[in-house]
């Protein structure tokens, strides 16, 4: 069932697990986003960049999660703009029938992230659309990096407190020390987990974890089996997200490790199979992989058997 992000994450804060949001650009991606929730019985988030909503259009996005909402009745989802730019992405989301809606106003001055996200939270909740917003920078941080350093650009936990009360946003996204792609960390994987769990004592909601995927070394494999080429890719292992969730997370974004698990079968079908031209053929494997790393990844969240 299509449901506000907001309940979702309601229960996973309150029950101390996280539910895995996963980006979509095309049907395959969101179909094995489904199978996955039904056969491991998991709440899910979809979510959709505004690169993805250029790429497929808000309303086919919508449509295609809807129709496979009823199909599993069963299952809690909620579709999600992730990263929306300005208010007005936010209010085309939700006109086209989004649950859940990012303002990303994180690269602004704080003021200014916070008129504009109150503004997304004044609209989203007359229609019971949940709203989450960012803080701080996606960064990785290294060990030798300078305490003043790190204050400058990881999530500010008195800023945080007075975030939450005065914009109202329902889940935060605290930069701490995560960054998006396949390359997070130059040295030994690192996150400030102490400033996670003080955020989360203060503010007392929903977390979100960014730039949250793991590489695992199958898929990393899988991928450079192929030709492919992901030298010096690095994700956020396993153990760390178990602690994250520990510390108050409750969302964990994941995009590029669906990409290399997807990509990976359509470059293996392409070598082994010169002649096959059936689009099929190469997107049945590829949403098996995917679907194998996604359930995989709902039992490290803890959102397996949870519906
Ligand atoms: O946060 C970024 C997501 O991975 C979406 O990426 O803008 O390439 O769709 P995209
Ligand atoms: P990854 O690049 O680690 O998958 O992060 C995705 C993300 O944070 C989407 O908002
Ligand atoms: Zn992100």
Redesign the pocket.
């Known amino acids: 069932m299509l449901v506000s992000g907001a309940e979702i994450l309601k229960n996973a804060h309150r029950d101390g697990y996280a539910v895995g949001a996963f980006n979509i650009n095309n049907m395959e991606m969101l179909k094995a986003i489904f199978e996955s929730a039904n056969e491991m019985n998991s709440p899910i988030i979809v979510e959709a960049s505004e690169g993805a909503i250029k790429y497929a259009g808000a309303d086919m996005l919508y449509a295609m999660t809807k129709t496979l909402s009823e199909r599993y009745p069963h299952i809690p989802v909620a579709l999600h703009l ?2 929306g730019t300005t208010v007005e992405s936010c209010i085309r989301a939700i006109r086209a029938g989004f649950t859940s809606v990012m303002i990303d106003a994180s690269h602004d001055s704080f003021e200014e992230n916070m008129a504009k996200t109150k503004a997304v939270v004044d609209i989203a909740h007359t229609v019971n659309v949940g709203v989450e917003a960012e803080l701080g920078r ?1 960064m990785g941080i290294e060990d030798n990096i300078v305490v003043d350093e790190r204050d400058a650009v990881l999530v500010n936990v008195a800023e945080a407190e007075e975030f939450v009360k005065k914009a109202g946003v329902d889940y935060l996204a605290p930069a701490i020390g995560t960054s ?1 792609g396949a390359f997070k960390f130059k040295g030994e994987p690192k996150l400030d987990f102490q400033r996670l769990q003080d955020v989360k004592r203060v503010t007392d909601v929903p977390l979100v974890l ?2 949250a995927s793991s590489i695992p070394e199958e898929a990393r494999q899988a991928f450079e089996s192929t030709g492919g080429d992901l030298k010096g890719s690095k994700g956020v292992p396993f153990e760390f997200l178990t602690e994250a969730i520990k510390g108050g997370i409750n969302k964990v ?1 994941t995009d590029t490790d669906l990409r290399i698990a997807f990509m990976a079968e359509v470059r293996r079908v392409v070598n082994e199979k010169p002649s096959e031209f059936d689009p099929r053929k190469f997107f049945n494997p590829a949403m098996d992989s995917v679907k194998a790393l996604i359930k995989k990844r709902m039992e490290v969240l803890g959102s397996a058997g949870r519906v």
């Open positions: 992730d990263h996606l998006h960014h730039g974004n």
